[in-house]
C-alpha cells in the first residue's frame, strides 16, 4: 500500500499513538503533524489562543508536501475541517482513519498530559472546528489501543 495513510481527530483522542502503532505494523514511515507547525502557531496555542484558518494554511502547505514526498507515510494530523483534508488530498485518494470520542473522555486524557503545547482549554475550539468526516473509517477510541490499531489495519487490507 503506497498512498499515505492519515489518523486524524482532535488533540487528545490518540493519533500519535495510534499512528505510531500502524506506522510501525506496516513498515511506514510515521509523521506527526504537530511536528511540523510553524513556531508562531505553537505559542498561540501554548498561550490558550485557537489558530484560524489563515494560521493553519502554510501548515498545511507544509504537511501536502510532505505526503507527496513521502509514499506510503502515516501521518497523524487533526485535519478538522473537510476544507483541510481537500487540501491534504484533493484526489480523495488517501486513507482517511477518524478516532472518535467525547470530549469528557479526551478531556481526562489531555490533562493527564505533560509537555505538548495544546492544552485543555482549547478543547472546545476544536470540537467547534471540527466537521466530522463521511468518508473516514471511524474508530471509537474507547478501547484498548491494539484493538483500534486492529480495527484500522483490518479496513486497510484490499
Not at 486524524?8 to 505510531?20: C, D, E, L, P, R
Given at each position: 500500500m503506497a498512498?499515505?495513510?492519515?489518523?486524524?481527530?482532535?488533540?487528545?483522542?490518540?493519533?500519535t499513538?495510534?499512528?505510531?502503532m500502524?506506522?510501525d505494523?506496516?513498515?511506514?514511515?510515521?509523521?506527526?503533524a504537530?511536528?511540523?507547525h510553524?513556531?508562531?502557531?505553537?505559542?498561540?496555542?501554548?498561550?490558550?489562543?485557537?489558530?484560524?484558518?489563515?494560521?493553519?494554511?502554510?501548515?498545511?502547505?507544509?504537511?501536502?508536501?510532505?505526503?507527496?514526498?513521502?509514499?506510503?507515510?502515516?501521518?497523524?494530523?487533526?485535519?478538522?475541517?473537510?476544507s483541510?483534508?481537500?487540501?491534504?488530498?484533493?484526489?480523495?485518494?488517501y486513507?482517511?482513519?477518524?478516532?472518535?470520542?467525547?470530549?469528557?473522555?479526551?478531556?481526562?486524557?489531555?490533562?493527564?498530559r505533560?509537555?505538548?503545547y495544546m492544552?485543555?482549554?482549547?478543547?472546545d475550539?476544536?470540537f467547534?472546528t471540527?466537521?466530522v468526516?463521511?468518508?473516514?473509517l471511524?474508530?471509537?477510541?474507547?478501547?484498548?489501543?491494539?484493538?483500534?490499531v486492529?480495527v484500522?489495519?483490518?479496513?486497510?487490507k484490499p
Amino acid at each position: 500500500m503506497a498512498h499515505p495513510i492519515i489518523i486524524m481527530g482532535v488533540s487528545g483522542s490518540g493519533k500519535t499513538t495510534i499512528g505510531h502503532m500502524v506506522a510501525d505494523r506496516l513498515g511506514k514511515t510515521f509523521l506527526d503533524a504537530d511536528d511540523f507547525h510553524p513556531e508562531e502557531n505553537k505559542t498561540k496555542m501554548a498561550s490558550g489562543i485557537p489558530l484560524n484558518d489563515d494560521d493553519r494554511l502554510p501548515w498545511l502547505q507544509t504537511l501536502k508536501e510532505q505526503l507527496i514526498s513521502t509514499p506510503g507515510v502515516v501521518l497523524a494530523c487533526s485535519a478538522l475541517k473537510a476544507s483541510y483534508r481537500f487540501i491534504l488530498d484533493p484526489n480523495h485518494a488517501y486513507s482517511w482513519i477518524y478516532l472518535d470520542g467525547s470530549k469528557e473522555l479526551i478531556f481526562e486524557r489531555l490533562k493527564k498530559r505533560a509537555g505538548h503545547y495544546m492544552k485543555e482549554n482549547l478543547l472546545d475550539s476544536q470540537f467547534e472546528t471540527l466537521e466530522v468526516p463521511d468518508d473516514a473509517l471511524k474508530v471509537s477510541i474507547d478501547q484498548h489501543p491494539d484493538e483500534i490499531v486492529s480495527v484500522i489495519l483490518k479496513s486497510l487490507k484490499p
